[in-house]
């Protein structure tokens, strides 16, 4: 992996300049009691606080439901207000971009760069809104290598055939993501993954094979 640049750490160090605090004064000191809280490598926390790696989602939602501080309580709901051309308020949030999401295979090393914070105007009701790239072609046309998908936690029960980021448990210091169109069995927690491309066959798993799954909201295309 190539050597960050001082703009790729910026996100990792915006994050870090608000939740150590915050987590001090939760009582946890130090990189060893995170790591121990969080059921992660202290040596992983000691080079993400240094700048030298960067948060994965599956680390920010353990540091969200076990210490209570999420991606909204680091950026903010509403972070900036600006008024329109006819003198209408609006109200933006920043929204981090954390890495990038697998379309085809699913990858133990798609959390390769966090580098910007956008403002969109458009998220006043996601909870823990954040974005990721898109990577491979499973999900052509409706998904395009390059699109930002514009995720959040599930609020209400989710929809069959909508497209979401699946999050899959892993061996430490890596996770899997895929983004995928679902279908939910909940009576028997099985939960199948498929692509638009059909060279991708479905996959099929357990709820347990998860971290978390989120919704995509939106797909931001770049127009070229």
């Known amino acids: 992996m190539a050597k960050k640049s001082k703009k790729d750490r910026a ?115 996601m909870v823990n809104p954040f974005i990721l790239v898109a990577k491979g072609d499973s999900m052509r046309p409706y998904i395009n290598p390059g699109d930002k998908l514009l995720c959040s936690e599930i609020q209400h029960k989710i929809k069959d055939n909508i497209a979401v980021v699946a999050v899959f448990k892993s061996p430490p210091d890596t996770f899997e993501a895929n983004a995928k169109l679902i279908n939910w069995d909940r009576r028997n927690k099985l939960i199948t993954l498929y692509s638009i491309n059909t060279k991708y066959a479905p996959t099929n798993h357990s709820e347990n094979e998860f971290v978390k799954i989120y919704k995509v909201n939106r797909i931001i295309r770049d127009v070229k």
């Open 11 to 125: 996100l990792t160090r915006k994050i870090n300049e608000k939740m150590f605090p915050m987590l001090s004064a939760k009582g946890i000191n130090s990189i060893y009691a995170l790591s121990r809280s969080i059921d992660e490598n202290a040596g992983s926390i000691s080079k993400i606080k240094r700048g030298l790696s960067d948060w994965t989602i599956e680390q920010l939602d353990k540091i969200s439901r076990i210490h209570g501080i999420s991606i909204d309580s680091v950026f903010g709901k509403e972070n900036s207000s600006r008024v329109d051309a006819y003198g209408k308020a609006i109200r933006a949030r920043k929204v981090p971009i954390l890495g990038y999401a697998e379309c085809g295979s699913s990858t133990a090393n798609w959390m390769d760069f966090a580098s910007r914070i956008v403002e969109l105007t458009d998220v006043t009701g």
